[in-house]
C-alpha cells in the first residue's frame, strides 16, 4: 500500500460508518429488527472488500483478520436507530459521507489488487467492486433492483476514480499526489453528480 | 473437532435434512418445479457451511468433499414432495428439527473457526454464518426479504449458543460437556421464542 | 482440457455473448441505464463460471485471467442497446445461441472439475453451476425468482450433458467424440423442450 495509507485508513473508517447506517436506515424502512439491522449495517459495509477478495482469491478477508471492524459496523447500526429521530437534518452530511467511502474504497480495492500484481483493468473492477458491492448485498437483501444499476453516476465515480488512481501510478507520479487527486476529482465527481442529478442514459427495452 | 463429533454429525444431518424440507415447502408455496425444489433444498441445507468456508477460504467446501450430502439434501427435498398431503401435521416437529439444525450448524462453524485458529469473535461469527445463511440464500432466492432480518430470535439463538460454547471452552470445560450444555441451552432458547413469540424490538424509521 | 478445447473455446465465447445479451434485453425491461446493462450482462456471463471456481476454491478466477471477457461482455451489453429496435426479429436466434452456450458452459465446467480430481457427481454439479448461475445471479439482481427454479428443463439439459459427458470419458471413449456427442445431444434436449415446451412437473403447496 502506498504512503497515503495513513490517508486511505481513517477515510475507509468513515465509509465503513457511513455504509453501515444508511445501510441501517434501509433495515427501518421495512420494519427489520435489531439484530436485523446490525446485519444489514456490516454486510453493506463490509460485503464490498469481502467480495473483492473472495473473487481475488485474497484470504483472510479484512473483517477475519481485523474483527474489530465488525464492532464498529455494528455499533455504526446501532448508533444510527438512537440518532434516527434527528437523522433526516444531516442527510447531506450521510451523502458527502458515503461518497467519502465509495472513493476511499475504490482506491483502497484497487491498492489490493495492484499488490496482487493484477492487470490494470482487473484493478480497476476490483476498486469498483469494493466500492460498490455493498451497496448491491443491500439491495438484494431488502428485495429492491439494486440502485446501482438503476439510477446515479456511483459505478461510473469509481471507474473515473480507479482510471485516474491507476494511470497516474503508471506515468510514475508520486504515489501520495496520485491518491489525493483520484480521492478529489472522485468526490468532486460524485457530488456534482448529485447536486446536479447527472446521470447515465438509461436503456428502455419493453417487448417481451 | 472435540470428541462429541459423535453427537454432532447426527445433529448436523438433522438440521441438513430439516432445512432442506422446510426449503422445499417453500418452493412448493411458490409452485417451482421439482428441479427447483431440489435446488432450493440443496442450496438451503448447505449454504451456511458453504458461505462460511468460502469466507474463510477454507476448501474443499463439506459437500464437496462429502458429495453424499447433495443426494441427503435431494432425497429430502424430493420426500417432502411425497409428503406435502400430511406435512402440515407435522408442523411443530419441523420447527423442533429446524431449532436442531440450527443449534448443531452453529457450534459445527465455531468448531471450523477454532480448528482455523480464528479470533473468538469470528468463532461466533463463523457459527451464526454456518447456522443462518442458508435460510437467507433460500428466501432471497425466493424473492423475500430474509425472515432474519426481519423477526424471530434466529441469529440471537445462534450468537447465544455460540458464545456459550467459546466461553465454555476458554475456561477449561471438557469439551463434550460444553457441547451438550450449548446445545441444549441454544434449543430451549429457540423453542421458548417460538413458544412465547419472543421478538428483537423492531427499528422503524419511515422518512424517505 | 481434452482436445476437443479448439470447439470449446469458441463456443464458450457464443455463450457468453449470448448471456450478457439475454441480460441486456432484461435490464432494458427495468430500465436501467448504460452502466446497469453492462454491468448486468458481465454478471450473468461471466457468473457461473466465477460461481464454480469460488466454490472449488479454483483461483484466479478466468475473467481474472482474461480479462479481455470483460471487454466481451461489456461490447455484447452495449451492442444490444444499439440493436434493440431489431433485435425482436432474431428471438429464434438468441434461444438457440444461449442453448449452445449452456451446454458449452456445462462441459467446459466439468472439464475444470475433472483437472481438479474431483468426485464424478462434482464434476456433473461443476457443470450445472458453470451453465446456470448466471441466469440466477441476473434474476435475483433483477428481483425476479430465477426462472432456473420454476420451469423450462434448464438446469435439466446440464445435469443429462454432464452426465453423458462423464460417462463417456469413465467408459473410456475418445474426448473429442464424446464432447461432441455430450454436445449435440444437450442441445437437442434443449431445444426440443423449447420447441414442445416440456416442462418439470411442479410442486404446488398452497398451506401456510
Chains 1, 2, 3 share one sequence.
Not at 131 to 160: I, K, M, Q, T, W
Request: with cysteine.
Amino acid at each position: 500500500m502506498v504512503q497515503s495509507e495513513a490517508l486511505l485508513l481513517p477515510l475507509s473508517l468513515v465509509g465503513i460508518v457511513a455504509a453501515s447506517m444508511t445501510a441501517a436506515l434501509a433495515a427501518g424502512r421495512r420494519s427489520m429488527d435489531w439484530v436485523g439491522v446490525v446485519l444489514l449495517g456490516s454486510v453493506t459495509a463490509l460485503g464490498g472488500g469481502s467480495a473483492r477478495d473472495m473473487m481475488l482469491g485474497n484470504y483472510p478477508l479484512v473483517w477475519v483478520h481485523e474483527p474489530y471492524l465488525l464492532a464498529v459496523t455494528s455499533v455504526a447500526a446501532l448508533a444510527t436507530i438512537m440518532l434516527s429521530p434527528v437523522i433526516h437534518r444531516f442527510r447531506n452530511l450521510f451523502l458527502v459521507l458515503d461518497a467519502v467511502g465509495l472513493v476511499a474504497f475504490t482506491i483502497v480495492g484497487c491498492d489490493v489488487a495492484l499488490k496482487g500484481g493484477q492487470h490494470p483493468v482487473i484493478v480497476i473492477v476490483a476498486g469498483m467492486i469494493t466500492g460498490c458491492v455493498g451497496g448491491v448485498l443491500r439491495d438484494v437483501l431488502c428485495n429492491d433492483v439494486p440502485l446501482l444499476f438503476r439510477s446515479e453516476l456511483y459505478a461510473s465515480v469509481a471507474v473515473v476514480t480507479g482510471l485516474l488512481y491507476v494511470i497516474g501510478l503508471r506515468i510514475g507520479f508520486n504515489p501520495d499526489l496520485v491518491s489525493a487527486v483520484a480521492l478529489t476529482a472522485g468526490l468532486a465527481f460524485r457530488l456534482l453528480a448529485i447536486r446536479y442529478r447527472w446521470e447515465m442514459p438509461k436503456f428502455v427495452y419493453e417487448r417481451d
